[in-house]
């Protein structure tokens, strides 16, 4: 069975945690600081917090530009549920609004149209790898006095006119989840420019502690361990070589798949996709019978995401404007394995299988 995705972890990652855990130090400390230093430098920003999960840096990013009950958040429908749960954590409105097609990025011209005296920020999510429109959203945000907040937890290294993803925005939220571009087991990150920003995020982060055993204000334990720093710093050293290896398993599959029902992802000018999923769109309502055939020969695949936000039960009392495009696209998509250490001849057993579908 070829799965649809497997972690990339090596004796590296092996020994750096028996380290930590032969230290006695397996908490956060120096390997988170120490951690956070190298991930803001790959980036490009001035400071990176790191969190215990994706959906917790979401949050605490949220928090940290001031969302709070009755503002308003401007979110793609077609994405991950924490980008707009987390939003709703802080008491606010998730706004969700319809993508491009050809990036499956937020629309600028739908958010646009969903901007009221309420909205206090944008969330613009760098979906499967691809960066959204940065510049437009950018434009919007100054005209309006928005906050930007990048969703990059499926875009480490993917960049827009050379510059790292999670360095445009006031913020950017990163999730290292173990099918991830590169993982920590669980954990996340913020990246910003803003000191104060930063500052304020370490403070709640570690139960609103402004010095050890005073408390300004409510806070949480959302901080990384040392053992999770400690395989993410290793992580960090393979995750271009990672990346190139997604990109060549990409490239392979939209050189070889010529099949008249399916549509091949495509990377925009001046973006770099770092295929997080490589995500095919299937014709005629006929993406779920692909799914089987492929899982016929052995072949994992996934549908990301069936179900769009703005359609979700959880969501149900909240009123949102229509969002056709991630209504089509939801009963379209399907991601094919693109993980690194996939064969040259598992890809062209995939080609062959799916060209070979009728």
Not at 68 to 89: C, K, L, N, Y
Not at 235 to 255: H, T
Not at 258 to 282: A, G, K
Request: net charge negative; charged share 15%.
């Amino acid at each position: 069975m070829i799965p649809i995705a497997k972690p990339f972890i090596g004796e590296e990652e092996i020994q750096a945690v028996s380290k930590v855990m032969r230290s006695g130090m397996i908490a956060s400390g120096e390997e988170v600081t120490l951690f956070e230093k190298e991930f803001a430098e790959f980036c490009g920003t001035k400071e990176a917090i790191a969190t215990n999960n994706g959906t917790t840096a979401l949050h605490t990013g949220l928090l940290v530009c001031g969302i709070r009950p009755g503002d308003e958040v401007i979110v793609p429908s077609f994405t991950f549920i924490a980008t707009a749960t987390s939003v709703s954590m802080c008491g606010a409105h998730p706004v969700m609004v319809d993508i491009s097609e050809d990036s499956f990025g937020i629309s600028p011209d739908a958010i646009i149209e969903a901007i009221t005296p309420k909205t206090k920020a944008i969330m613009g999510v760098h979906l499967f790898g691809h960066p959204c429109n940065i510049p437009a959203i950018i434009d919007i945000c100054e005209d309006h006095q928005l906050f930007f907040i990048e969703d990059c937890a499926q875009a480490h290294g993917a960049t827009y006119s050379g510059k790292q993803v999670g360095s445009f925005g006031s913020l950017g939220c990163y999730s290292f989840y173990p099918t991830k571009n590169m993982t920590t087991g669980e954990g996340g990150i913020i990246t910003t420019n803003d000191f104060s920003l930063a500052a304020h995020a370490r403070k709640l982060i570690n139960h609103g502690q402004e010095k050890k055993y005073l408390h300004t204000e409510i806070g949480y334990n959302y901080r990384m361990t040392n053992i999770c720093a400690a395989i993410g710093r290793v992580q960090l050293k393979k995750i271009d070589s990672i990346n190139s290896a997604r990109m060549g398993n990409a490239a392979y599959y939209s050189k070889n798949l010529c099949h008249s029902d399916i549509i091949t992802p495509q990377t925009l000018n001046q973006c770099s996709h770092v295929f997080h999923q490589y995500v095919i769109r299937v014709k005629d309502g006929k993406r779920d019978d692909l799914a089987s055939w492929l899982l016929k020969h052995d072949i994992g695949s996934a549908v990301h995401y069936p179900v769009p936000v703005h359609e979700q039960p959880v969501f149900s009392g909240l009123s949102n404007p229509p969002c056709p495009v991630s209504s089509r696209l939801a009963q379209e998509v399907l991601s094919l394995p693109v993980y690194p250490g996939l064969s040259e001849g598992e890809l062209n057993y995939i080609c062959n299988v799916i060209n070979r579908w009728s």
